[in-house]
């Protein structure tokens, strides 16, 4: 691929909805703070909005004396050309892919490419390898960064963790149909099986998490699932639906604060249809929205542990 120059959701009320029981919610408190006001949430379509700044192939090992037994790559992705969706956000790297210019240099060789079931070429961050497989998807509006912290955690402990850049987002390409997302969502669950991940947790923000839910629901290898701030029905794509057949340990969190309590209603609306026996729904009073959660709230950082801790937890 020729190197070229690239310096160049509000929910609807859900009244009808009632708070869940005590017993799985817990409430963070440390004040409410200012809603971010660029923050958009495209439940009614998922348009794409400006960046929101939150800031080798792996090979299987096998044990042998032989030589030829000692090690299998997985071959990986070949570059793709086309024109990012940010353009004056994206960059190629050493090896030719597109990626954006938020990830972190010394990551820049764990970027690949993915191409949906619809033709859409993705920019995906793959962090880590083995049979352990986390997918989480960003926020509309935000980009492949969002995660990017705990993916760092969960693959330094042995977590295989793909990070999708969506359509119309970042380094990835620009499509007409912005409404089915899930089908980005399902071309990493399908790169981490490939990659050799045998077992999944699936989660995202916003409508990412709409996405994880859909997903988790079609799972069979599905550990465990992770829903923040996100819409019951983001465009065409009805999460409320589909959780009710998610039975694998889910948490969910929101603040009261976010788009003035609307995704409040949304989340509890979620939470009231899934159908995981173990279930938690964490409330914090924050203000902010997805990933904003673990960069802007006074206790972001706990928070990101105890979403660290959950992951790990579900595969035991």
Not at 32 to 46: K, Q
Request: aromatic share 6%; proline share 8%; charged share 20%.
């Amino acid at each position: 691929m020729n190197k070229r120059d690239f310096d160049i959701e509000t929910p609807p009320a859900r009244s009808r909805m009632k708070p869940p029981a005590a017993s799985g919610t817990r409430t963070i408190r440390y004040g409410l703070a200012c809603i971010t006001a660029a923050l958009a949430i495209a439940t009614a379509g998922c348009t794409s909005a400006r960046a929101h700044d939150p800031s080798p192939s792996p090979s299987i090992t096998v044990e042998g004396n032989a030589a030829d037994d000692a090690v299998a790559p997985i071959p990986g992705n070949p570059p793709v050309d086309y024109p990012p969706s940010w353009p004056h956000q994206s960059t190629i790297t050493a090896d030719g892919y597109l990626v954006n210019d938020c990830v972190p240099q010394e990551l820049r060789s764990n970027v690949t490419s993915l191409t949906t079931s619809d033709g859409v070429h993705l920019s995906a961050l793959v962090l880590g390898e083995g049979p352990r497989g986390v997918l989480l998807s960003h926020e509309q509006g935000y980009h492949i960064c969002s995660f990017v912290p705990l993916a760092q955690r969960l693959a330094h402990t042995g977590y295989q963790v793909i990070l999708p850049e969506y359509r119309n987002h970042g380094a990835s390409e620009q499509s007409p149909d912005n409404d089915n997302i899930d089908r980005d969502g399902a071309a990493a669950l399908a790169e981490l099986h490939r990659r050799g991940a045998e077992r999944v947790f699936i989660g995202g923000a916003s409508c990412g998490g709409s996405v994880s839910a859909i997903l988790a629901a079609a799972e069979p290898q599905i550990t465990g699932l992770l829903v923040m701030s996100s819409p019951a029905q983001c465009g065409p794509l009805d999460a409320e639906a589909a959780i009710s057949s998610v039975t694998a340990p889910t948490l969910m969190i929101v603040s009261p604060g976010d788009m003035e309590g609307a995704l409040e209603r949304e989340v509890r609306a979620l939470y009231a249809a899934s159908g995981a026996p173990e279930k938690e729904l964490l409330i914090d009073e924050s203000g902010y929205h997805g990933t904003d959660l673990f960069r802007e709230a006074a206790t972001g950082d706990q928070l990101l542990a105890s979403v660290f801790e959950f992951i790990t937890s579900t595969f035991d």
